[in-house]
C-alpha cells in the first residue's frame, strides 16, 4: 500500500473515530441541552473565541463577548464588548451535570450558531449524530449478519433453500428500496417515542437491505466449498457446522466486512432521509436530517450558512467509508483478509 494510501486511510479511520466518539460522549461535550431554547438568540451566529481583548493583551485562556441584538434591528446581532466571559472547562450544569466546557450566564457559548428557536447547533449536533451514526451503523450490522446467514445457508447446503433465498433476494434487490423504507415507515404509527423510533429505523433498514451482502456471501461460500482443505476435512469425519464455522466463512469475512463499510453511509442516508421527510425521529430529539429540514427555506439556506453543518459531516462520513471499503476491498484482492 502505497504512502498517499496509508495517509487518506488514516485520516478516515480517524475523522470516523472522533466523531463516534463525539457522539457517544455527547452528554459530556454538548454544552447544553439538545432541546434547550433561548428565544432572544434565534439565528445567532457562531460566537468568536478570541485570545486577545480591545487592548492588545493576550490571554491564555480563551474568552467571548455575548451576542446582543442590534437596537431597531431584529435578528441582526453585534458583540457586547464593554464585558469578556473566559470559557471555563470541566463545569457543571445546574442540575449538577458536568460538561467540558461552558461560560458563565448571561453569555452563551454558541460554538456554531443557533437556529431559529435558539438552539445550540453543537449541542444538537453531537445528540444528532447519535442517531444518524448509530442508526446506520446498527441496521448494516444487521442486515450484513442477516446476509451472512442466508448466504452461507444458501450457498453451503444448496437445494431448494439455495433456490428459496436466492429468489427472495431477487425480489429485494429488484424493489426501489427507497420507496420501499417509505411506504413501511408510512404505514406504522408516527406518534413512537424516541427510543421506539430509533430501533424502528434500525429494524426497517435491516431488514431491507440483507439481499445484496447474502448473495455475495453465497458467492464465497460456495467457491470456499469445493477446496480441498474443505473436502479433506469433509472426508475426515468433520460436522457440517464444524466445517462452515473453521473454514468456510473465515473464506466470506472479507466480503462481509466489504459490505458493511458500504452499507453504514447509505443506511445514514436513509435515516437522514427520513427524518428530512418527517418518518424518522420526531422532534425534538435530533437528527442531522431534522436539523437538515431547517434548510427547505430559501432564505434560511442563504443566510445561516452555519446550519449546513450536518451536510458536512455527512460528506466526510460517506467519503470516509468508503476509503474503508476501498482498502478492505484491495486487501480482499491481495489475499490479506
Known amino acids: 500500500m502505497s504512502r498517499r494510501h496509508r495517509v487518506s486511510l488514516a485520516l478516515a479511520a480517524g475523522f470516523l473515530a472522533l466523531l463516534y466518539a463525539a457522539a457517544f460522549g455527547a452528554g459530556f461535550l454538548a454544552p447544553y441541552g439538545f432541546d434547550e431554547q433561548?428565544?432572544?438568540?434565534?439565528?445567532?451566529?457562531?460566537?468568536?473565541?478570541?485570545?486577545?481583548?480591545?487592548?492588545?493583551?493576550l490571554h491564555l485562556r480563551p474568552f467571548i463577548h455575548r451576542w446582543v441584538e442590534r437596537p431597531g434591528v431584529p435578528g441582526v446581532y453585534a458583540e457586547d464588548v464593554t464585558r469578556a466571559f473566559p470559557v471555563r472547562f470541566f463545569v457543571r450544569?445546574?442540575?449538577?451535570?458536568?460538561?467540558?466546557?461552558?461560560?458563565?450566564?448571561?453569555?452563551?457559548?454558541?460554538?456554531?450558531?443557533t437556529d431559529r428557536f435558539g438552539r445550540d447547533q453543537l449541542s444538537r449536533l453531537l445528540y444528532?449524530?447519535?442517531?444518524?451514526?448509530f442508526s446506520g451503523l446498527?441496521?448494516?450490522?444487521?442486515?450484513v449478519g442477516l446476509g451472512l446467514l442466508a448466504g452461507a445457508a444458501a450457498g453451503f447446503r444448496g437445494g431448494w433453500l439455495d433456490q428459496v433465498l436466492m429468489r427472495t433476494s431477487e425480489l429485494f434487490l429488484a424493489l426501489p428500496w427507497l420507496y420501499l423504507l417509505l411506504a413501511v415507515r408510512a404505514v406504522l404509527p408516527l406518534d413512537l417515542a424516541p427510543?421506539?423510533?430509533?430501533?424502528?429505523?434500525?429494524?426497517?433498514?435491516?431488514?431491507?437491505?440483507?439481499?445484496?451482502?447474502?448473495?455475495?456471501v453465497r458467492g464465497a461460500v460456495l467457491s470456499a466449498r469445493g477446496r480441498d482443505y474443505v473436502l479433506a476435512a469433509q472426508g475426515f469425519g468433520a460436522s457440517e457446522l464444524y466445517v462452515l464455522r473453521r473454514h468456510v466463512?473465515?473464506?466470506?469475512?472479507?466480503?462481509?466486512?466489504?459490505?458493511?463499510?458500504?452499507?453504514?453511509?447509505?443506511?445514514?442516508?436513509?435515516?437522514?432521509?427520513?427524518?428530512?421527510?418527517?418518518?424518522?425521529?420526531?422532534?425534538?430529539?435530533?437528527?442531522?436530517?431534522?436539523?437538515?429540514?431547517?434548510?427547505?427555506?430559501?432564505?434560511?439556506?442563504?443566510?445561516?450558512?452555519?446550519?449546513?453543518?450536518?451536510?458536512?459531516?455527512?460528506t466526510g462520513v460517506v467519503l470516509s467509508y468508503h476509503t474503508?471499503?476501498?482498502?478492505?476491498?484491495e486487501r480482499l484482492q491481495a489475499g490479506e483478509v
Not at 93 to 113: K, M, S, W
Not at 138 to 143: E, G, P, S, V
Not at 275 to 289: K, N, R
Open 138 to 143: 446498527l441496521a448494516a450490522i444487521l442486515a
Open 195 to 216: 427510543s421506539g423510533s430509533f430501533l424502528l429505523l434500525v429494524a426497517v433498514l435491516g431488514a431491507v437491505g440483507w439481499a445484496r451482502p447474502a448473495r455475495l
Open 324 to 329: 474503508l471499503a476501498e482498502h478492505i476491498r
Open 38 to 57: 433561548d428565544r432572544e438568540h434565534s439565528y445567532a451566529p457562531p460566537v468568536r473565541l478570541r485570545f486577545r481583548d480591545g487592548a492588545g493583551r
Open 128 to 133: 444528532g449524530a447519535r442517531i444518524s451514526l
Open 93 to 113: 450544569t445546574p442540575l449538577g451535570r458536568p460538561r467540558l466546557f461552558g461560560v458563565d450566564a448571561p453569555a452563551r457559548l454558541y460554538l456554531l450558531g
Open 249 to 314: 466463512l473465515p473464506q466470506a469475512v472479507g466480503v462481509a466486512l466489504t459490505q458493511l463499510a458500504l452499507l453504514v453511509p447509505q443506511y445514514v442516508l436513509a435515516e437522514v432521509a427520513l427524518s428530512f421527510l418527517g418518518l424518522g425521529v420526531a422532534e425534538p430529539v435530533p437528527s442531522w436530517g431534522t436539523m437538515l429540514a431547517e434548510l427547505e427555506r430559501y432564505e434560511v439556506l442563504t443566510s445561516y450558512r452555519w446550519l449546513l453543518w450536518p451536510a458536512v459531516l455527512l
